[in-house]
């Protein structure tokens, strides 16, 4: 079954940065697009970053264009979001996904990892 695993939250001061990473399991990870999403507490999930099956392509949010980056390994199955100069907006459960123009497995979700952002 499809299956994402997310990792590297934590605790962070304004400014700093955290790397997650979202194992995927059970779907040709090499053939889909991928995606972060977050949500903060009683707010939407919100898409934050998409990358292209082979990486060529990515896609941000405004509010973090120029501090995330989204990045893959096919051989790892993984994909990563880099997240530098961290504000306290950023706070929120991430989540990863399938998908580069739509969600496409919108009945599988993991876990998520909590970032939270705070002096």
């Known amino acids: 079954q499809v299956q994402f695993v997310e990792s590297g939250g934590g605790l962070v001061q304004p400014g700093g940065s955290l790397r997650l990473s979202c194992a995927a399991s059970?779907?040709?990870?090499?053939?889909?697009?991928m995606r972060w999403y977050r949500q903060a507490p009683g707010k939407e999930r919100e898409l934050v970053a998409a990358i292209s099956s082979t990486g060529d392509n990515k896609k941000y949010v405004d509010s973090v264009k120029g501090r995330f980056t989204i990045s893959r390994d096919n051989a790892k199955n993984t994909v990563y979001l880099q997240m530098n100069s961290l504000k306290p907006a950023d706070t929120a459960v991430y989540y990863c996904?399938?998908?580069?123009?739509?969600?496409?497995?919108?009945?599988?979700w993991g876990q998520g990892t909590q970032v939270t952002v705070s002096s």
């Open positions: 996904n399938a998908g580069f123009f739509t969600t496409a497995f919108v009945n599988d």
């Open positions: 059970g779907f040709t990870f090499s053939t889909y697009g």
